[in-house]
């Protein structure tokens, strides 16, 4: 895990994404099929700090994009409080999906045709959004998945594609890349989860299974 800045001076015509993973969630029978389940109240409290992280940044985001993936949603709806009721663009290449892998025993049971359609799903994503901004600079930021986030590591240090498994980000997590004007790219941070505390931590390898309830009080003794 690399720890982001709090804040990176930005030159003319470069472009900074922020990318956020959702929060965490737990499996849901009566969710959408399409849309699959929402976050789960610890989801919640993650969502809210990753907001009040980026809420203390000098400057605002010129762009906001959000997965159409429920538990996505509900994390730029949190985050979006502490950033004065900012709102969100959905953009559709940001869903969760599985590209090839080193790892084929992970993906042996999933078509083929499934996975060239992730990767070129995550090509198209990176080629549309991860470019110099133009006359003035840009400041970006997206919320998304997981495996979106591993894969875009990848393209932007110019490594084998299929090395995306290898690395790790946990829930509400914070990555940033910068798109110099050159077109050139530098991953500034990468699953920084600096903002919350460690009984928070979920959804990155080796963090353990939580909840968040309020805890019972204890039982006090016979007078």
């Known amino acids: 895990m690399f720890l ?7 030159s003319t015509s470069a472009r900074v994404i922020w990318l956020v993973r959702h929060g965490h969630y737990l499996p849901d029978a009566s969710a959408d099929p399409k849309l699959g389940p929402g976050i789960s109240p610890l989801g919640v409290a993650q969502a809210h700090l990753v907001g009040d992280r980026l809420a203390q940044f000098p400057q605002t985001f010129d762009a906001r994009y959000v997965s159409p993936l429920q538990r996505a949603r509900d994390t730029a709806a949190v985050m979006g409080q502490s950033l004065s009721g900012a709102t969100f663009e959905v953009v559709s290449d940001l869903a969760e999906c599985t ?16 996975l060239i359609a992730c990767q070129q799903q995550l090509d198209r994503l990176f080629e549309t959004y991860f470019k110099p901004g133009g006359d003035a600079a840009q400041r970006n930021l997206m919320v998304c998945h997981g495996n979106v986030i591993r894969y875009l590591i990848t393209r932007a240090l110019g490594v084998d594609k299929q090395a995306w498994l290898e690395m790790s980000v946990g829930h509400a997590s914070l990555t940033q890349i910068r798109i110099e ?17 460690p009984s928070l931590l979920t959804g990155a390898s080796g963090d353990p299974e939580r909840g968040l309830a309020v805890p019972k009080l204890p039982v006090q003794g016979a007078q």
């Open 181 to 197: 004007a050159d077109g050139s790219y530098k991953v500034i941070a990468a699953g920084d989860v600096g903002h919350l505390t």
């Open 4 to 10: 982001a800045p709090v804040a990176v001076a930005e």
């Open 99 to 114: 590209p090839p892998t080193r790892r084929q025993a992970i993906t042996e049971q999933m078509p083929e045709s499934e």
